[in-house]
Nanobody, 122 residues
Framework: QVQLVQSGGGLVPPGGSLKLSCVVS????????MGWFRQAPGADREFVAAITSSGTPYYADFVKGRFTISRDNAENTAYLQLNNLRVEDTAIYFCAADWGYFGDDLKEYDNWGQGTQVTVSS
């Protein structure tokens, strides 16, 4: 079991950018696949992006080149760069880590961050 601590959310206007961070402690990040999910008010939590332990990314279709997932294993940190944000991107964003699973099924991830609010509004 590892601990995930998130930072980097906030309020931005449409078209703005944010970079979310997820620091992992209690284990080497290099052993874990990482995922990012989001949950809008009244909606289910949904997959945004994932990255393998070696750095191969995978994105939800709605990302369409706007978001970039990355990782720095030396810093035990995963990132989600959000560009060209839209009002509909408003949600709580969660990072997740798993030792043996890589993909978009949130039920398979064993370790979760506390969530960070992203609000896109003019």
């Amino acid at each position: 079991q590892v601990q995930l601590v998130q930072s980097g959310g906030g309020l931005v206007p449409p078209g703005g950018s944010l970079k979310l961070s997820c620091v992992v402690s209690g284990g080497p990040l290099s052993k874990y696949a990482m995922g990012w999910f989001r949950q809008a008010p009244g909606a289910d939590r949904e997959f945004v992006a994932a990255i393998t332990s070696s750095g191969t990314p995978y994105y939800a279709d709605f990302v369409k080149g706007r978001f970039t997932i990355s990782r720095d294993n030396a810093e035990n940190t995963a990132y989600l760069q959000l560009n060209n944000l839209r009002v509909e991107d408003t949600a709580i964003y969660f990072c997740a880590a798993d030792w043996g699973y890589f993909g978009d099924d949130l039920k398979e991830y064993d370790n979760w961050g506390q969530g960070t609010q992203v609000t896109v509004s003019s």
